[in-house]
């Protein structure tokens, strides 16, 4: 399959793995307006052409907590990567790394955070759900701190789970699932022989480790779901704050008032999210959010943003909104699932092509640049 823009490897993906695996990527919660409203919003904030400035000399660099980075773009936690290709939270970490922006590994990822950070050279940033079981929590800081995990991307968007229903259907979930998924798994022969035969052990990694036993996909959902802490609130944070001193980044804001309220905790930084509409579905699209939130708290604290973006156009969007960086799951997910490692780095290449006919065709000529003055006038789609 030719593969010219970064959104063909959708397609490529839906060819390869099978569709229980397809459907978990590329669903969203119950009817799906929040993700579709995600893609569609972004996709249309106007930027502003410029043109006849010299923009021979440009550069993407940018840097945030300390670290350099190639872009402003990072890879987003994405549960069960390993799932879409061989030990595949290690290929989409090195393709990162050699591109020289961060990964950030998922507390429920199927390789474990010692795996992960021992195959690249760039310190992997950590992902970790608010659970239950607190002893779990802790173990899983310790681990990622001797790992060299500096930068803790704390997710609050998940008290509960949003339905899925997609899963239901697709062999994700329910009692015919496993039956379901071993059809699949013999009708996509090629992903069956990379992840189903050479990408074992299929588990939860950093679970495995604390339990000290395997916990495979069909405990996922469970363990998960036994898990959920619905009581979480800010004091909770203050728990995490003691257990770790490097920078530590909430994920799942949508209001002003929570951003403002990260602020007073002394967050680092936030991730502007909605989940990639997996959550709550009807709660505005991230395009529609951050304006809001951004006018709130820049500079007080480091304002990342994802949720919807597919190509290196919709990264210069939500920089000129207020991000300083943007996240991207699905994106790579469907670039891993298809090629690999190789996948993920020439994804990367091509975001960073467009965002260099962006950055010059709206006279931007650093990262800095960009501003609502790289939109046109009433670009941003405004919450009524
Ligand atoms: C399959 C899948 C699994 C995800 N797992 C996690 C996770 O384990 N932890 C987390 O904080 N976010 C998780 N997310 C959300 C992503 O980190 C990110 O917020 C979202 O994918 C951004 O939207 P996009 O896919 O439109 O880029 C997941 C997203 C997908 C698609």
């Not at 119950?30 to 400035?53: I, M």
């Amino acid at each position: 399959m030719i593969i010219s823009s970064p959104t063909d490897y959708r397609q490529a993906a839906k060819r390869r793995i099978p569709p229980f695996l397809f459907h978990y990527a590329d669903g969203g919660s119950y009817a799906e307006h929040t993700l579709r409203s995600n893609v569609e919003d972004l996709a249309g904030v106007a930027l502003r052409q410029r043109v006849l400035k010299d923009m021979s000399s440009l550069s993407l660099e940018t840097e945030l907590f300390g670290e350099k980075m190639a872009m402003p773009l990072a890879l987003a936690p994405v549960g069960l990567t390993g799932m879409y290709a061989r030990r595949g939270e290690v290929q989409a970490a090195r393709a990162a790394t050699k591109k020289g922006i961060p990964f950030t590994l998922s507390t429920v990822s199927v390789c474990p955070i010692a795996e992960v950070a021992a195959a690249v050279e760039r310190p992997i940033w950590f992902q970790l759900y608010v659970l239950k079981d607190r002893g779990f929590m802790k173990h899983v800081l310790e681990r990622a701190k001797a790992a060299g995990v500096k930068t803790l991307v704390f997710t609050v968007d998940m008290p509960v789970p949003g339905a899925r229903y997609r899963d239901a259907h697709s062999g994700m979930s329910g009692k015919s699932g496993p039956m379901k998924r071993m059809l699949q798994a013999a009708l996509h022969p090629l992903w069956a022989w990379d992840v189903g035969v050479h990408g074992r052990p299929h588990d939860l990694g950093n679970v495995s480790d604390y339990r000290g036993q395997p916990t495979e996909l069909e405990d996922y959902i469970a363990w998960l779901g036994d898990n959920f802490d619905p009581s979480i609130s800010w004091k909770d944070l203050d728990w995490i704050r003691e257990q770790w001193d490097g920078p530590m980044v909430i994920k799942g804001i949508l209001d002003a008032d929570d951003a403002r309220d990260a602020v007073r905790f002394g967050a680092d930084g936030i991730v502007v999210s909605n989940h990639g509409g997996r959550q709550l579905d009807g709660v505005p699209s991230t395009a529609r959010a951050l304006p809001a939130i951004a006018d709130a708290v820049k500079g007080d604290l480091a304002i990342l943003a994802d949720s919807g973006v597919r190509n290196g156009l919709d990264v210069v969007r939500m920089i000129a909104m207020g991000a300083d960086t943007v996240l991207i799951g699905r994106a790579f997910i469907y670039a891993l699932a298809a090629a690999g490692e190789s996948g993920v780095a020439n994804l990367l290449e091509l975001f960073e092509k467009e965002m260099k006919v962006a950055m010059t065709l709206t006279g931007a000529r650093t990262i800095a640049d960009l501003s609502t003055e790289s939109l046109v006038p009433d670009a941003i789609p405004a919450l009524k």
